[in-house]
């Protein structure tokens, strides 16, 4: 099993639609959560990182469930230019030291 | 905007040249990270730094070498270049040193480096 989990579609969703992405993490010490997108053949941009409280970012609302072990992250009202791969970030004390684990990643392809 | 940089941009190499690959940035970050992607799969760590003079391997077994001599500087090394090190490869930071315990603590990554090794 993964130690970050994500569905990998790829989601595609009309424009102005709302789509919800989550992700499941199995280290119980994981300290801090984010949200990167990734273009094609790009680097990862953090999106924004996830407090316990939710966060929103304009159109992008994530949530945190430490007691699930689950992150989401919320699009609203989907813009064609949002069409990437949406990478859940987790950061977690593992062996000894402060590391950063990858899920493989969530595919958008928002259509016009 | 992150202030990571990493040169070249893309390379197209022989087999058994050594490389280096570049990496600065200028945000006074203690920690930086190199990570190798595959098309389509997942980001793999192979080496980090708390710190000048401070070197770990990370989860991926590589044949590449690091250093940090200073704080903006971290390149990594091919000694060797073969085919199956034909990749990208990511540099990130992040502003926590050897506490490490900082909150949320981002990592900001570089444009990368697209590595063809024939």
């Known amino acids: 099993r993964k130690e970050v989990e994500q569905d990998p579609g790829p989601f595609n969703v009309p424009e102005g639609a709302t789509v919800a992405f989550n992700c499941t993490y199995s280290n119980s010490a994981s300290q801090s959560f984010f949200w990167y997108r990734q273009d094609c053949r790009k680097e990862p941009k953090l999106l924004m990182s996830v407090y316990s409280s939710g966060n929103e970012d304009g159109r992008f609302t994530a949530q945190l469930n430490r007691a699930s072990q689950y992150i989401s992250l919320l699009i609203r009202d989907s813009k064609l230019s949002d069409s990437a791969t949406y990478l859940c970030v987790v950061k977690a004390f593992v062996a000894g030291t402060y590391k950063y684990i990858f899920g493989t990643g969530t595919r958008l392809k928002v259509l016009a | 905007e992150a202030d990571i940089y990493q040169t070249p941009r893309y390379l197209v190499i022989g087999t058994g040249k050594k490389i280096t690959l570049e990496c600065s940035q200028t945000?006074?970050?203690?920690?930086m990270y190199w990570y190798q992607q595959d098309p389509g799969m997942e980001l793999h760590l192979i080496h980090y730094s708390y710190g000048v003079n401070s070197t770990e391997k990370g989860d991926l077994s590589s044949e590449s070498t690091v250093s940090r001599i200073r704080t903006e500087h971290f390149p990594l090394t091919l000694e060797s270049a073969r085919p199956s090190h034909t990749s990208q490869y990511l540099c990130?930071?992040?502003?926590?040193?050897?506490?490490?315990?900082?909150?949320?603590?981002?990592?900001?990554f570089g444009p990368g480096t697209r590595l063809t090794v024939t």
């Open positions: 990130a930071s992040s502003e926590a040193g050897w506490a490490g315990s900082r909150d949320p603590d981002e990592q900001y």
């Open positions: 945000m006074g970050h203690d920690k």
